[in-house]
Structures are given as C-alpha cells and as structure tokens.
C-alpha cells in the first residue's frame, strides 16, 4: 500500500539505520510532508531530512539516527498536498547489542560502543554513566525578618556532567575515536534500553581526554575520558551524502533509465533519487 515504508538496516556500513520510503503522494503536484519518529516512552522528534520538505510523488531518506533495541513508531504527516497516501504509521524496531557514538550529520564516522570488553574494539569504561547531574538555574533572595530565602528559579536542566569514558584497544579504533571527537558537535549517542536512564538518542556537548594506558609497554590500550552535557539536537540535514551503489540499483532498473533524466554526475551523489 501506498504511503510509509520502512526496511531495517542493521549493519554496521556506517551503523545501523533505517530506510525511510514515502510514495503514493500527489504525482501531479507538490506535498509537504513531515516524518515523525517516536521511540517508546519518548517525546516524537523529525525524522533529519524529512521535516516540512516538498515533495512530488515520492521519496526515501536513510535515518541514521533511529534509537536502538527498542520499538519506534514513525509517523507520516502530510500538511499540504491533494493526496494523502493510506499507509501513515509505522513501527519497527532495530537490533543492536552496541550502543553508536556518532556524529549527526556526518554518520560515516560512527563508532561502535560494545557493553563488554571486545579484543581490538571500544568498549565501556566501568564508570561510564555513573552519575547525571540535574539542576536547575535560579536565584535565592533573602527576605527581611526571615530565616528562610526566596528561591527564584525555573525547570531543572536535563543531565550534565554525564561521563561516558570509553576503552580504545587497537590504533585503528583510537583513531576513530580521535577523529570523531575532533570532528563532531554534538556528540550523539545512542544508547540501548540496558543503558537508561539515558534517552534512546543523547545529544552531548562533550569534553575529552585520551589516556593511553599500555603504550609505553608497546601495547594499544587507551582510555577517552569522555564528559558531556545534554543539549538540543542539530537542526540541519545531513552535510555528506550517504548513497550507497545498492541503493541506487534498488532505485533503477538500467543505467539508460537514470541517464535518461538528464542530471550532471554531482547531481546523481547528492540524491540519485527518481
């Protein structure tokens, strides 16, 4: 049926993530239309790339952002078009026994956070998410005759002061970790259920260490003290295209049918979509 449609991608090529298909709008004419994901127990967010975008007929979008271990429901809203499709929600749910350190907008760079320890790989730091600190701005006025101040303040901020340090165990991870802590703002982490009472997706200001432990024994071990605060997800669409050559075979039968549409090489790296 026409509408949302969702295929799991559960492989590590940058990370898991979901392809996110709409069809059956109106083929004559504009749709603006917004994909809402809602993992559960979870506020809805957009879906990056599919908020309020026109669109003729169809599109598909790869979210590399989808929360891990644990049902998402997505929502297909259409706010203008003459055509509503029939199928407007979905629910999946993609597998991961790791949790992803990852840039939002740039997912190649993500990193594989294992539970455990793993030979060569990153893992959790036993002090990892020990403490999230809550606290709530404000001021304290002192009233004449009283003992006790009057406290002027607002709702507490969501948590700071979050460590989640992380063991490197081979120079190629290290690098990886390395590159995206200097690359990436925020941070995003997403988590799965055994790690609450952080969000499924944690937007971090984040500051770093890096420890290397075993280096002057001639081994890889380093430890990345890792601190960051919650903060609000950036707005803005990917900054690289993330096309893969299967993806835009599934998109076209023959070379002959994509050429036909008379797009430069650049315009088929940006979206090779029809």
Request: glycine share 8%.
């Amino acid at each position: 049926m026409a509408g949302l449609e969702l295929v799991v991608l559960a492989d590590a090529n940058p990370c898991p993530r979901v392809g996110v298909t709409i069809t059956g709008l109106d083929n004559a004419g504009e749709s603006t239309i917004t994909v809402w994901r809602a993992p559960i127990g979870e506020a809805r967010a957009p879906v990056r790339g599919l908020r309020s975008v026109v669109v003729v007929d169809a599109t598909y979008v790869v979210d590399h952002e989808v929360p891990l271990g644990r049902p998402v429901t997505y929502t297909l809203e259409v706010t203008a078009g003459a055509v509503v499709p029939d199928t407007l929600e979905v629910t999946v749910t993609v597998p991961s026994d790791d949790a992803w350190l990852q840039d939002p907008l740039e997912p190649s760079t993500a990193v594989a956070l294992a539970l455990d320890v793993v030979d060569g790989g990153v893992w959790f730091h036993s002090r990892a998410l020990s403490r999230l600190g809550y606290a709530a701005a404000g001021d304290l006025v002192q009233v004449l005759g009283s003992r006790l101040p009057t406290a002027l303040g607002g709702r507490p901020s969501t948590a700071a002061g979050v460590p989640f340090d992380v063991f490197a165990d081979s120079v190629e991870e290290c690098n990886r970790v390395r590159l995206l802590i200097g690359e990436a703002f925020p941070l995003l982490l997403r988590t799965v259920p055994a790690l609450s009472p952080l969000p499924s997706l944690a937007y971090l200001r984040a500051e770093a260490v890096e420890r290397p432990v075993t280096s002057l024994m001639g081994g890889t071990l380093t430890v990345w003290e890792l601190t960051g605060d919650l903060v609000r997800p950036p707005s803005v669409n990917l900054l690289v295209p993330t096309w893969t050559y299967e993806q835009v075979t599934a998109l076209w039968a023959t070379y002959a049918d994509a050429a036909a549409a008379g797009r430069t090489y650049l315009d088929w790296m940006k979206d090779p979509t029809p």
